[in-house]
């Protein structure tokens, strides 16, 4: 479980990486990198512990307490995505390519046309 949710902070960090979106993303991509990772450690680590620690005769009634009723429906809802795996890709892929099809809606441009002028000059220097 922990390398899947760090898989998921590190790709919400790698979205505002430095790139061509600089301008308007630079700094931004530190704040978001700081954060998720510090929100990482405290899911995965702080709140756990602290919630063991503060609540240890709890901990051992949660391992006896009987399932609810979201707990019962989801693994009934897991068991039948199993036993009809081809009617669960089915659906996968109809909605996976009903969003390429969507696509064709979306606005082209992400970020406004940039105010500030650049110059790009080519050069190609001999090799001697």
């Known amino acids: 479980m922990f390398p899947a949710l760090l898989a998921g902070t590190m790709v919400g960090v790698i979205a505002f990486a430095p790139g ?32 063991y620690w503060l609540f240890p005769d709890r901990m051992k009634q ?3 307490a009987k399932e609810g009723v979201f707990s019962i429906k989801y693994k ?5 995505s199993l036993r009809s795996r081809k009617i669960v890709i ?3 892929l109809s ?13 082209q441009g992400f970020f406004p ?11 190609v220097f001999r090799q001697d």
């Open 20 to 51: 061509q979106t600089v301008e308007y993303t630079g700094d931004l991509f530190w704040i978001i990198m700081i954060a998720l990772l510090f929100s990482w450690i405290l899911a995965m680590i702080i709140t756990p512990l602290t919630c």
């Open 62 to 64: 949660a391992e006896d």
């Open 76 to 80: 009934q809802l897991m068991r039948w």
């Open 90 to 92: 089915g659906v996968v």
């Open 95 to 107: 909605l996976f390519v009903l969003s390429i099809w969507g696509t064709q809606f979306m606005s």
């Open 113 to 123: 046309q940039s105010t500030k002028v650049i110059l790009f000059v080519r050069t």
